[in-house]
């Protein structure tokens, strides 16, 4: 495995994160076997990832409970440990959003579920429309100076939201946010005309979620087929990327990976870890073999006229198609 520093901190981190959102059994989609997701854990941690992300709405805090027993018997001090707020976590007012209250009582409780003292990355799930950016930014930078969280993060929003975001902290001398989670991949790329060019010029870290597109970028589908199993089944997230020019770009994607001896997965996440920008994409695995295969894209090269190959039949556009 190789490390990074995430953004422009010192916290090093694997150059692949094990996202846990697949920990629970809130959807069909999930593990829905505690044992078995911990196992993925261990061999994850085996192979050289340090770098965990769940959230708190993951199945209601299942997610955070399984991960929380997994890494009980590892050296905390060399985990860095990643969880977010926003979703609604029950019925009722003060169950949702940024509020210094919500944020308060929802980093509580995913520290008990955690089982720890503390997060290493503590991030902002959603942008809020409720809440002042200023209480939220200084509901988090007194959980800094408490202790209980060491970063701070963001995910998914507008770069003119996380623009404000970041400069009212700078004003405000409050703790900013070192890294941002956006929807990144080869086949979307519409954060190349928004969030992506602020993170590269403020110093911000990216750690990218859906790598594969939902497993598009996997080659488990057929272009002439009608998928019958998995995400795209039952998932219009995963079948909207079925397009004439996402179809190219797969077609360039397998072609190099048979050239290196690898898979379609491997030569995808290869092409996120050569992005200058991109710190360490977040992947999902459902099993120990597709772990496996994942972190064997960190020793796949690509050289530069690989890389345009990839790209040249997306013209990345902000707000990507589909999204309005």
């Known amino acids: 495995m190789e490390y990074t520093t995430l953004g422009e901190t010192g916290l090093e981190v694997s ?7 697949n920990f ?3 959807e069909p989609w999930m593990i829905d076997d505690e044992e078995q997701s911990i196992e993925i854990v261990e061999r994850a941690l085996d192979l050289g990832i340090n770098f965990l992300d ?12 399984i991960v929380g027993r997994a890494i009980e018997p590892y050296d905390r001090d060399e985990l860095a440990i990643a969880t977010k707020v ?15 209250k919500h944020i ?15 997060v290493d990355l503590y991030q902002i799930h959603r942008w809020d429309e409720e809440t002042p950016i200023e209480e939220t930014l200084r509901a988090l930078d007194a959980l800094i100076d408490e202790g209980v ?8 929003m507008t770069a003119y939201q996380f623009t404000k975001a970041l400069y009212t902290a700078d004003v405000e001398h409050l703790e900013r946010f070192v890294c941002m989670q956006p929807e990144y991949n080869a086949v979307d790329r519409h954060e190349e005309a928004n969030l992506l060019p602020v993170c590269a010029g403020e110093g911000v870290g990216v750690i990218p979620w859906s790598p594969l597109a939902g497993g598009f970028l996997t080659g488990k589908y057929d272009q002439d087929d009608d998928p019958d199993e998995g995400r795209a089944a039952t998932d219009e997230y995963t079948r909207r990327r079925f397009t004439d020019e996402n179809w190219d770009v797969l077609e360039v994607i397998e072609e190099l990976a048979q050239e290196r001896g690898a ?3 491997q030569v995808s996440l290869a092409w996120l870890l050569h992005k200058d920008v991109v710190d360490a994409p977040i992947v999902g695995p459902r099993s120990i073999d597709h772990l496996e295969e994942n972190v064997g894209a960190v020793g796949v090269e690509l050289t530069e006229g690989d890389l345009e190959r990839i790209e040249e ?12």
């Open 15 to 21: 150059r692949l994160c094990l996202g846990c959102m």
């Open 24 to 26: 629970g059994s809130a």
């Open 54 to 65: 769940t959230a708190n709405v993951y199945s209601r805090g299942e997610s955070e409970e």
């Open 86 to 100: 926003f979703g609604r976590m029950g019925d009722g007012p003060n169950r949702q959003g940024l509020s210094r």
């Open 104 to 118: 308060f009582d929802q980093c509580r409780a995913s520290l008990e579920r955690l089982g720890t003292d503390y």
């Open 149 to 156: 969280v060491r970063y701070v993060g963001a995910s998914t």
């Open 263 to 265: 898979t379609a997965a």
């Open 313 to 324: 039949p997306i013209d990345p556009r902000w707000p990507a198609p589909g999204k309005n």
